[in-house]
């Protein structure tokens, strides 16, 4: 089993949080942004708070 583990990416348009979440899971990170995007919109904004959070405990890649 691989050990994986999360960080923020080097693909970032904000702060890396989507696009690592992303590498994570395997996947395109443009889907984890729509995503991320569309639950921040029906969660009344919300997702700007988990955001912040995720940024601030997500580590960088050293």
């Given at each position: 089993?691989?050990?994986?583990?999360?960080?923020?990416?080097?693909?970032?348009?904000?702060?890396?949080?989507?696009?690592?979440?992303?590498?994570?899971?395997?996947?395109?990170?443009?889907?984890?942004?729509?995503?991320?995007?569309?639950?921040?919109?029906?969660?009344?904004?919300?997702?700007?708070?988990?955001?912040?959070?995720?940024?601030?405990?997500?580590?960088?890649?050293r």
């Amino acid at each position: 089993m691989e050990n994986k583990k999360l960080y923020l990416s080097e693909d970032k348009k904000i702060a890396g949080v989507c696009g690592g979440i992303a590498e994570y899971l395997n996947c395109d990170p443009t889907v984890i942004r729509v995503i991320y995007a569309l639950l921040t919109i029906f969660t009344i904004f919300s997702g700007v708070i988990i955001y912040l959070i995720l940024w601030a405990v997500i580590p960088h890649k050293r």
